[in-house]
């Protein structure tokens, strides 16, 4: 009788939580650069800092890690826009620190921005991805389904507006936004950028035809 394949053991001089910290910061970034197909688990185990076989002690396949990788980046971005919507009172406000906050999470996690709009087109694409995935591919969308519903309740939004249209409106501009963030230089630009959609978010773009 043959015996299982014993995975990889945890990789001496790290803690646990450390290495596997590390695989999820380095398969963020590799995700993002080089999508799914490209980046390797080989590049992203010798990034953290590890073997790949060690790196299959914490994950026990790409699909797994890129899984991972979205969960923990879906968390940080769900925690800034609800924070944003629990600190201000209009549905725009609320769009518009949501986005601020997500402005200063990019300066603080280099890549997780680019990672989510690499994930949005990546998840469908991929049947591993997707059938892992789909629930939580779909809370993004479900929030602001949320915050707009609200906003449409109180007055803020007109009834004629459908919601769902609205949804992936805001979904692919911001998605752009992401995508636009691989072009740029720095991060001062990239906020520039935001604050620009913001800008367009309140009215301030265009000034009223004479």
């Keep these: 009788m043959a015996k ?13 939580e450390e290495t596997q910290a590390r695989l999820l910061e380095a398969a963020c970034r590799f995700f993002a650069e080089l999508g799914y197909s490209q980046a390797s688990n080989q590049q992203i185990a010798r990034a953290a800092g590890i073997t790949s076989g060690s790196l299959y002690h914490y994950f026990e396949s790409k699909a797994e890690l890129f899984a991972a990788v979205y969960r923990d ?18 549905c725009v406000e609320q769009l518009c620190e949501g986005i601020e906050r997500v402005s200063n999470l990019s300066r603080e996690r280099p890549g997780l921005v680019e990672f989510v709009a690499t994930a949005i087109s990546e998840i469908p694409r991929h049947e591993e991805l997707e059938s892992r995935l789909l629930e939580e591919h779909l809370e993004l969308f479900a929030f602001f389904h949320r915050l707009l519903e609200e906003g449409q309740r109180r007055g803020e939004i007109s009834p004629d507006v459908d919601l769902e249209a609205a949804v992936g409106t805001i ?34 773009f265009f000034t009223p035809a004479s």
Excluded: H, I, W
């Design 4 to 16: 299982a394949k014993k995975r990889a053991g945890r990789p001496t001089g790290a803690t646990g």
């Design 73 to 90: 980046v879906l968390g940080a971005l769900l925690e800034a826009y609800s924070s944003a919507a629990a600190d201000r009172d209009t």
């Design 171 to 204: 979904v692919a501009c911001t998605s752009g936004l992401a995508l636009q963030r691989r072009a740029l230089v720095n991060e001062d630009e990239f906020a520039a950028l935001m604050r620009g959609f913001q800008q367009l978010l309140r009215g301030q």
